[in-house]
């Protein structure tokens, strides 16, 4: 069956780093990777998508990566701040339109002040 | 991008009993998404609802406990059925939009607790 990972459940970081972010999956061949941000007691909120034929995707101060060789989508905050402090969730999206949308377990960032 | 008003934004209810939550969008859309997350977890899809068709329903997920409504392009319901504590949760609605690189706009949510 479908597997996704998000690489731990939480991560701390100093704001002004660059915090970086793992989603790997298994048993999955996505057509399209997203990122979502989610506050507690609030809706996630999208970021980005990045398509299987793309290497990397920009938009400001995020960047997000797609390995289809890996399985692996990489999700980088550059010059984090404490406002970026959230719940991020990777969501594989297959060929089909509407087919079985999966959001991976999240990870809870926090950026120092 | 869509809005999306998503009622109650949270419930107590007494089990046994059911709840009704709306979702209302302010342009047409061809499939909306119903979750739920339960405390502390990722979101789940429950079931696809397509205007003028059944839902369709993700596995563990059945009609009888969740029944959907999609009566026109802006709005849908979704029913919780004969509640336990199990039901206690976060529900969510969601809509795609061609116009947001295909990313799915959500609802606030409806945060229910059954007692």
């Known amino acids: 069956s479908q597997k996704i990972e998000q690489n731990s459940e939480a991560l701390n970081i100093q704001e002004g780093k660059t915090a970086t972010l793992t989603c790997n999956y298994t048993?999955?061949?996505?057509?399209?990777l997203q990122w979502y941000r989610q506050d507690p007691g609030r809706g996630p909120v999208f970021l980005l998508l990045?398509?299987?034929?793309?290497k990397e995707k920009r938009k400001e101060r995020l960047k997000v990566t797609f390995d289809t060789t890996l399985k692996q989508s990489l999700f980088h905050i550059t010059a984090s701040q404490p406002a970026d402090s959230a719940t991020y969730l990777c969501?594989?999206?297959?060929?089909?339109?509407?087919?079985?949308?999966?959001f991976g377990p999240g990870t809870r960032l926090s950026v120092l002040p | 991008s869509a809005v999306i008003s998503q009622k109650p934004s949270r419930d107590i209810c007494q089990r046994g009993t059911s709840l009704t939550i709306q979702c209302q969008v302010d342009?047409?859309?061809?499939?909306m998404f119903w979750y739920r997350q339960q405390p502390g977890q990722s979101l789940t899809l429950i079931a696809t609802?397509?205007?003028?068709?059944?839902?369709?329903?993700e596995s563990g997920f059945v009609i009888d406990k969740f029944p959907i409504s999609r009566p026109n392009l802006t709005f849908s319901t979704l029913t919780v059925s004969n509640m336990s504590p199990e039901d206690s949760s976060i529900y969510l609605c969601?809509?795609?939009?061609?116009?947001?690189?295909?990313?799915?706009?959500f609802g606030s949510g409806t945060r229910l607790t059954v007692v």
């Open positions: 969501a594989p999206q297959g060929h089909n339109y509407g087919q079985n949308f999966v």
């Open positions: 342009s047409q859309v061809t499939m």
């Open positions: 969601s809509v795609e939009e061609s116009d947001n690189a295909y990313g799915y706009t």
């Open positions: 990045i398509r299987e034929n793309e």
């Open positions: 048993n999955y061949s996505p057509a399209y």
């Open positions: 609802a397509n205007q003028g068709s059944e839902a369709t329903y």
